[in-house]
Structure formats: structure tokens, C-alpha cells
């Protein structure tokens, strides 16, 4: 916007027009590049400041970059008052704010005589202390909604800015050339292609670097109010008790995340993800470390593991996943694991076993292979250890279910994995697609099925969850994953009535999204996205 200012103000004053109606023309030329670029509120934020200063020129007063900042968030918020919610409006007020704020004590921080130096100073420092603080001021927000923080954007920054400049420029200059000089609007327009092709390839290059971009957790109430606190300490820099509490505020944020995860009571707690009518429940243990219970589904059109999944682990700060299980080969419940895959750090890769010819389960044992992932066969009686005091038990299924040369007897959906994790008094079992084949051997384990929550076998089909094996069970809480006006109907009404006439809580990811549960070994909470 300043630029756009600049411009018109320049070919104004070439055009000998005087500087009143210079002023006005330029208002208009900066309500029309706003109308252009779609209202955007970076744009109003941009372009209100910029009328304030137009018209406190135009009426001899000096113009206040906080008033202007202020009167652009009043009008857009009176006129929209959503926008306070937009990640646009945020981080277009954040960014300018702190570039008005912070940019001058950062810069105070440098030494003198590199700040009056005439080329250093003004071409390098000074845009670097702007970048700089512009990524103070809006590196809470990116952690917030993204769960990311790019170190290498500060120098992508001062690469890439002035050619979006010079695009700017040329591009205004090829619009008002455009309908009298059409050859001219051409060559202009030819080298923007140029300055464009560079900036998009400078992008490309830093985005390409070794750890351009780290994952982070989504930072909570007491982080944001660290950061906020030592981005104040940073504007009042030049006192010297400001200093000195900035100092102190560090030190005692680093105690807090130091401390804190060793001083909260260790829990449990599951995530059975809504990704559609497929399975994916992420668990992290008592000691930090988590596991992953099949993916969901991977299609043409979306991928549960890119989409959901991945996302979910950025934002409770997981980059690795101690064990990684397949209940069985079809693809709603192993097709999102290809992305996790490729994207995150395995210890350890459970299944079956089974054999199956599909592009979704060669790949994935493929990405086993070639990231020397641990491959571990299940059977019933098999156990987990090192879950951080959660024990683990394989209950299904045994070699009669399996078959490693073609698709057994049974079905896929028989072959399931049936893990039940237990903590304390607390048990949770995972029963995959298990159908009523598979629910009446399973009731060989006779106490050993009983859970307080239950993971309802093959998205609540007719041919699943029987009543014998239901009763076997005794769930608190039974959890359906199953995906909203789906082809199958899931879950039969009949499947949910059975449930219900036992008293049982039915949550369905269709009608609550993801639910959680968090237990401590004696007490067990729950919780939906949807309420």
C-alpha cells in the first residue's frame, strides 16, 4: 500500500498537478487498489492508515501510526465485526503493529556503527530488524494455526519482498500503460513474468532447505502470555528495568517448560479421530510417548492422514510415533498411514500379518522397509511392553484367521487386530472390523474382554456386535468411527439400541467429530469436538 501511495503521489507531482487534488486522486487510486484486491482486510488495515495520513496531509495535521492502527481496526471491526476472528486480520494488525514497536529496539540492539553506516544501515539492517519483528510479533499466531515456525523465513523475506515490490510497481505501471500504449504494457508485463518466475523460484529454494519449517506444538494460555510479556519488555528495551524483566520473564518460562510436564499426574488419553467411515485413534502414554491405531482412509480426492491425522499430531507436539498399528489391510483403516509414514518418525509397525495384493498395503509395507521400520506379526496372546505402564494385549487373531499367501476363510475384516491397553483399573479395547465370527472366538477370553471402553467393532455393522459379545464386554463408553451419511448406513440402528439397552454411552464421530478420552488409571473423563 505504501508503494501504491508512493506511486501515485510521484506521477502526480511529474504531472505538475498540485498537491490538494495530488492528495485526493491518491485517496481514490488507494480505494480502487482495495476494491481490485477484494477487500482484504491486510488491504483495509493498509488502506484506512493510509487515508488517515492522506487526510491529516490534507488538513495540515501530523499523522500517529497507533491512531491509524486504531481507526482501521474500529472501522473494519464496526463494519465486520467476524474479521477479529479472521487469521487475515490478525496477523495483518499483529504484523504491522510489531513492525511499528519493535522494529527501532531491535535495531537499538546493533552496534552504532553499523546502523550509520549509509549502505549497511539502510539497505540491510534496517530491513532485517523490520522482518525481524515482524516474525516476533507473528510467530504465536503461525505456532497457533499452523503448529509450525519457519527459521528460514527471516532471510526468505528480505529476498523476496523487494521482487513482490517490483512486481507491484511494474504491474501498475503495464494497467495504466495497457490502454494507450499496448506494446509498452507488454514489455512490462514480460518482465514481471521475469521478476515473478524469481521470487516463485527463491520460495521454492528456502522452502526446499533442511529444516525450513519446524513443528511445533499449538502454544497454550501461559506460553502466549510469556511471548506477549517479553514482546512488551522488547518495545521498552531501552530502559534499563525492562531489560532486567525480560531477563527474569525468560528464565522463568524456561522453568515452566522444564518442569511442568514432570510435575503433572501422568494420564492416559485417547483420540478416536473423526476420519469418515474408516478408524484412526491416536493414544499418548502416561510418559509423553504415542501410538497409533490404524489411519483411515486415502482416496483421490482426500487423505485422511495428510488432512487429519498429521495435523492433529503438529498440534500436541508428536514427532514420533513409538508404535504404529494396522488392525487389518483395507484401505479405511491403513490408507492414512502412508502420509504418517512419510511425515513422522516409527518405531514400530504392528499387524498381522495377512496378506493382501492392494497398491495401499504394498506401499505401506513398503515405507516399513525402506525407513528400516521395526515389523513386528501379532497373534492372540501376544503383548506389549515399554507403553510407559499401560499394558498391552493381543486378543485376536490367531493363525486360523490369517493367511500370508492369499485372503483367508474368514474375510480381512475377521483377521483384525484386537488390542486392549489397560491402565490401572482402567481397560480400553480396539476391536477393529471384527465381524460375529471373530466376536465369538473373542469370548474364549471370558473376563478378559471385559473394558470400560470399547472401540465398537466394524463401525457399528448389523454383522457385528452381537449381543453375547456386548455383554462379554460391559463398556462404560463405546466409541463409533464411523464417517456421516455413509453408504453402509452405519451404525445399524439395531447395533446402537443394543449398546443403549445396556446402559452404555454411544459416542459416534458422525454427530460428536473426534472424542477424548483421558483417564488416570481410576477415574475415566471423555469429551467431543462437537458437543
Keep these: 500500500m505504501a508503494l501504491v501511495v508512493l506511486f501515485f503521489l510521484t506521477a502526480f507531482k511529474l504531472c505538475r498537478i498540485?498537491?490538494?487534488?495530488?492528495?485526493?486522486?491518491?485517496l481514490l487510486g488507494v480505494g480502487l487498489f482495495a476494491l481490485v484486491t477484494g477487500l482484504q482486510a491486510p488491504v483495509v488495515r493498509a488502506g484506512l492508515m493510509a487515508g488517515a495520513l492522506l487526510f491529516g496531509r490534507l488538513w495540515q495535521r501530523p499523522g500517529e501510526v497507533y491512531n491509524g492502527l486504531g481507526l482501521a481496526a474500529l472501522i473494519i471491526l464496526v463494519w465486520q465485526p467476524a474479521s477479529l476472528l479472521s487469521?487475515?486480520?490478525q496477523l495483518s494488525f499483529v504484523a504491522t503493529l510489531s513492525l511499528v514497536a519493535l522494529s527501532r529496539p531491535i535495531a537499538a540492539f546493533l552496534p552504532e556503527s553499523w546502523r550509520s553506516h549509509p549502505w549497511v544501515g539502510e539497505w540491510v539492517l534496517m530491513p532485517l530488524c523490520a522482518c525481524l519483528a515482524a516474525q516476533v510479533g507473528t510467530a504465536p499466531l503461525i505456532a497457533w494455526h499452523f503448529n509450525q515456525f519457519s527459521p528460514i523465513s527471516l532471510l526468505a523475506n528480505l529476498m523476496v519482498l523487494p521482487l513482490l515490490n517490483l512486481s507491484l510497481a511494474l504491474g501498475m505501471l503495464a494497467a495504466l500503460s495497457g490502454w494507450c500504449?499496448?506494446?509498452?504494457?507488454?514489455?512490462?508485463n514480460g518482465s514481471n513474468y521475469l521478476v515473478l518466475s524469481a521470487a516463485i523460484g527463491l520460495v521454492d529454494f528456502f522452502a526446499g532447505l533442511p529444516y525450513a519449517s519446524v513443528s511445533l506444538p499449538r502454544p497454550g494460555p501461559?506460553?502466549?502470555?510469556f511471548w506477549i510479556a517479553l514482546s512488551l519488555c522488547l518495545a521498552f528495551a531501552h530502559c534499563r528495568p525492562a531489560r532486567k524483566l525480560a531477563l527474569f520473564i525468560a528464565l522463568l518460562w524456561g522453568n515452566y517448560a522444564v518442569w511442568m510436564p514432570h510435575l503433572r499426574s501422568p494420564t492416559l488419553e485417547v483420540f478416536f479421530l473423526d476420519v469418515g467411515q474408516g478408524d484412526a485413534a491416536l493414544v499418548r502414554l502416561p510418559d509423553g510417548r504415542a501410538l497409533l491405531i490404524d489411519g483411515g482412509e486415502r482416496s483421490r480426492d482426500f487423505d485422511q492422514g495428510e488432512r487429519v491425522i498429521l495435523p492433529v499430531l503438529r498440534h500436541l507436539g508428536i514427532d514420533r510415533l513409538e508404535v504404529m498399528v494396522a488392525s487389518h489391510p483395507h484401505n479405511d483403516h491403513i490408507g492414512g498411514l502412508i502420509a504418517v509414514l512419510k511425515e513422522v518418525e516409527v518405531g514400530h509397525y504392528l499387524d498381522s500379518g495377512q496378506h493382501c495384493d492392494t497398491w495401499t498395503a504394498q506401499r505401506v509395507q513398503e515405507l516399513v522397509r525402506e525407513k528400516g521400520i521395526g515389523y513386528h506379526r501379532l497373534a492372540a496372546g501376544d503383548s506389549l511392553a515399554g507403553l510407559g505402564g499401560v499394558g498391552g494385549l493381543v486378543l485376536h487373531p490367531t493363525a486360523r484367521w490369517v493367511s500370508q499367501s492369499e485372503e483367508p476363510e474368514g474375510g480381512?475384516?475377521?483377521g483384525s487386530v484386537v488390542l486392549r491397553l489397560s491402565y490401572g483399573q482402567v481397560d480400553l479395547l480396539f476391536a477393529g472390523d471384527a465381524e460375529e465370527e471373530a466376536e465369538a472366538a473373542l469370548l474364549g477370553w471370558g473376563g478378559g474382554l471385559r473394558s470400560e471402553v470399547l472401540k465398537v467393532p466394524h463401525h457399528g455393522s448389523p454383522t457385528s456386535s452381537e449381543t453375547a459379545f456386548v455383554a462379554a464386554v460391559q463398556p462404560r463408553v463405546a466409541v463409533v468411527?464411523?464417517?456421516e451419511h455413509n453408504k453402509f448406513r452405519h451404525p445399524a440402528p439395531a447395533v446402537v439400541e443394543r449398546y443403549e439397552k445396556q446402559g452404555v454411552q454411544v459416542l459416534r464421530t458422525d454427530q460428536r467429530g473426534a472424542v477424548v478420552l483421558c483417564t488416570d488409571g481410576t477415574n475415566l473423563e471423555w469429551?467431543?469436538?462437537?458437543?
Design 18 to 26: 498540485p498537491e490538494r487534488p495530488a492528495l485526493v486522486l491518491t
Design 87 to 89: 487469521l487475515s486480520f
Design 181 to 188: 500504449l499496448p506494446l509498452v504494457a507488454t514489455a512490462f
Design 222 to 225: 501461559v506460553s502466549l502470555a
Design 412 to 414: 480381512l475384516n475377521n
Design 481 to 483: 468411527s464411523v464417517g
Design 527 to 531: 469429551r467431543t469436538m462437537v458437543r
